[in-house]
């Protein structure tokens, strides 16, 4: 389940967040979260796996008719193709409207989730 991040969860997030390769410096983490913090079209969400703890961020930028995957991390423990395909799903389902996008990072994990949609369909 995905939840909008919050100020409490500061050091959980730049936990998730240290794990991508741009960003192992904690100055840039901070800076990070202080980008999702100031602007509304930037949002960064906690998921939560199935035993309700929390394993993952996912931070977005929400345009008038897509959203783009900025930032994407698990812990190493629930980093699978099926967590990632659940995270996507989720954030589909929230705004139905727009079309799940990939930045240069994330671009090859949305268009192997869209394959995967597209065989579901089949």
Do not use: C
């Amino acid at each position: 389940m995905l939840f909008k991040y919050k100020n409490d969860y500061e050091k959980i997030a730049m936990g998730f967040l240290s794990f991508i390769p741009d960003l192992k410096e904690v100055s840039h983490v901070q800076s990070e979260l202080a980008f999702y913090n100031q602007d509304d079209q930037h949002v960064l969400y906690l998921w939560q796996n199935d035993e309700g703890d929390f394993a993952g961020v996912v931070g977005v930028e929400i345009g008038t008719d897509f959203i783009l995957v900025r930032h994407m991390s698990l812990s190493p423990a629930e980093r699978t193709d099926t967590n990632l395909f659940r995270i996507l799903n989720e954030l589909a389902a929230l705004y139905p409207d727009n079309r799940v996008m990939g930045s240069l990072d994330t671009a090859p994990l949305i268009a192997k989730w869209e394959q995967q949609q597209t065989k579901e369909m089949d």
